[in-house]
């Protein structure tokens, strides 16, 4: 029954027009612009599309609208989220947005958690991307908390291992937080303190880096939310928990890298075939 549940990513949507030139512009210069191509963007759309191109049940909650050029859509707001069957999931992921709206939504799941076994419970990951004071109250919320490095460098911190011991104290007990930090691989640290890490798979040729962190991020979502046991249960048992969560971390990183050796995200499910 679990393994027909879903991923729900909630957060932006957005229309990414992206522009290919021959070679990475220099300040103040004119490009030719080879190609331009218009594609649907926004990390947990993004996110949730590379969720489905990996094979996993997911659906994606945000603001949509019937024109390409559609502006001002509010975000997903406490009364939008309350209206969602949360049986219907076992993994619900927040890209930080509005935040005191996402803090509600996710007391709600908590409190749908608390009167279910363990084993049945909603996992919640959480993003804190861009440096918005409000987006740091997330930290204490998430089961899964992706810091980003831009956020880790706001802080003081030099490497994704220095982000993590320095920030682990903001997430709550038993929390798995994860920094990724571009060609130096990921790191993630878990409740057992073992400071876990994957290089980087860099592609041949590099071709697109955009969606990069947002692929990685369905990556490691996609590995833990398909253990043999409930993430939950993989907490409570660091031997097994580590192992799983090492197998994420390099999962996201090759995923990640091998999306960065092309256009969009439609080679993912060749890549990982």
């Not at 024109?67 to 997903?76: F, I, K, Q, W």
Request: glycine content about 8%; some cysteine.
């Amino acid at each position: 029954m679990d393994e027909q549940k879903k991923v729900l990513c909630v957060g932006l949507v957005c229309l990414d027009i992206i522009n290919v030139v021959d070679k990475y512009p220099e300040e103040d210069s004119d490009s030719r612009c080879l190609s331009q191509r218009w594609q649907r963007g926004g990390n947990a759309s993004n996110s949730c599309t590379v969720l489905s191109l990996l094979g996993a049940p997911c659906a994606f909650m945000g603001s949509l609208a019937t024109g390409p050029m559609a502006e001002d859509l509010p975000d997903v707001t406490v009364e939008n989220f309350s209206r969602v069957n949360l049986h219907q999931f076992k993994w619900i992921h927040w890209e930080g947005r509005n935040v005191d709206e996402q803090v509600k939504m996710i007391q709600q799941v908590q409190m749908y958690n608390s009167k279910l076994p363990q084993q049945q419970r909603i996992t919640v990951s959480v993003e804190i991307e861009k440096t918005r004071q409000p987006l740091y109250q997330l930290f204490p919320y998430g089961d899964v908390v992706f810091v980003s490095k831009d956020v880790s460098r706001y802080f003081g911190f030099q490497s994704a291992e220095e982000a993590l011991k320095g920030l682990y104290n903001r997430v709550k007990k038993g929390a798995i937080l994860i920094c990724a930090w571009a060609e130096k691989g990921a790191d993630a640290l878990g409740p057992d303190g073992l400071l876990i890490h994957s290089d980087a798979f860099p592609p041949e040729s590099l071709v697109d880096t955009l969606g990069a962190g947002d692929t990685f991020n369905a990556s490691v979502i996609y590995t833990l939310s398909n253990g043999d046991t409930s993430f939950h249960l993989i907490m409570r048992h660091f031997e097994v928990y580590g192992g799983s969560l090492q197998d994420a971390l390099t999962f996201g990183c090759q995923v990640a890298g091998a999306k960065c050796g092309f256009h969009g995200y439609d080679g993912i499910s060749r890549v990982t075939n």
